[in-house]
Antibody
Framework: EVQLVESGGGLVQPGGSLRLSCAAS????????MNWVRQAPGKGLEWVSY????????YYADSVKGRFTISRDNAKNSLYLQMNSLRAEDTAVYYC??????????????WGQGTMVIVSS | DIQMTQSPSSLSASVGDRVTITCQAS??????LNWYQQKPGKAPKLLIY???NLETGVPSRFSGSGSGTYFTFTITSLQPEDIATYYC???????????FGPGTKVDIK
């Protein structure tokens, strides 16, 4: 079964750090680009970051640029998001999502179940 | 950034009704437009990619069309299981980011 499972969410104080992980299974992880997408409580979807298959191309949303770092370990079939200098507005469910199935980077065809990050004192 | 707008923000329709949602981009995005369905408490699900292509396994009552700046998403015969929020998403230029529309919440009347 093709699956993505996020972990690492939790409660963190403003200014703190957190590292999210996403474990992939059921497909050849190294051949797909990956993304993080978040959703604040009761709000819409916000794309956070993109990483290509061999990590040669990385992009971030302006809202997280300079604070978040995306990475991947193809040997471990895992995607990561290092989040530093966290703010209250970073509170959200964070999803990892696969792209590249349809020959492009934009269609997110597989999503994880999400992990909740709460930034609060 | 490329901004996306969706209309309406919510709608209520009867089972069997035809439902249409529109999505407009702030600039030409060709056909780099996808549609997702999200049910409460669940992750989004890809329904339509590249404006008009039906994702594998998605019922044929869902369809999409459009190019440039104006796109439409249609459910030809609304079913109870279609109750969800629907989002459009553009990916015309990664340098300028990937953006989602604000969503359209669909309810049964």
């Amino acid at each position: 079964e093709v699956q993505l499972v996020e972990s690492g969410g939790g409660l963190v104080q403003p200014g703190g750090s957190l590292r999210l992980s996403c474990a992939a299974s059921g497909f050849t992880f190294s051949t797909y680009s990956m993304n993080w997408v978040r959703q604040a409580p009761g709000k819409g979807l916000e794309w956070v970051s993109y990483i290509s298959t061999i990590s040669s191309t990385i992009y971030y949303a302006d809202s997280v640029k300079g604070r978040f770092t995306i990475s991947r370990d193809n040997a471990k079939n895992s995607l990561y998001l290092q989040m530093n200098s966290l703010r209250a507005e970073d509170t959200a469910v964070y999803y990892c999502a696969r792209s590249g199935e349809h020959g492009d980077y934009g269609a997110f065809d597989i999503w994880g179940q999400g992990t909740m990050v709460i930034v609060s004192s | 950034d490329i901004q996306m707008t969706q209309s309406p923000s919510s709608l209520s329709a009867s089972v069997g009704d035809r439902v249409t949602i529109t999505c407009q981009a702030s600039q030409d995005i060709s056909n780099y437009l996808n549609w997702y369905q999200q049910k409460p408490g669940k992750a989004p699900k890809l329904l339509i990619y590249d404006a008009s292509n039906l994702e594998t396994g998605v019922p044929s009552r869902f369809s999409g069309s459009g190019s440039g700046t104006y796109f439409t998403f249609t459910i030809t015969s609304l079913q109870p299981e279609d109750i969800a929020t629907y989002y459009c998403q553009q990916y015309a230029n990664l340098l300028r980011g990937i953006t989602f529309g604000p969503g359209t919440k669909v309810d049964i009347k």
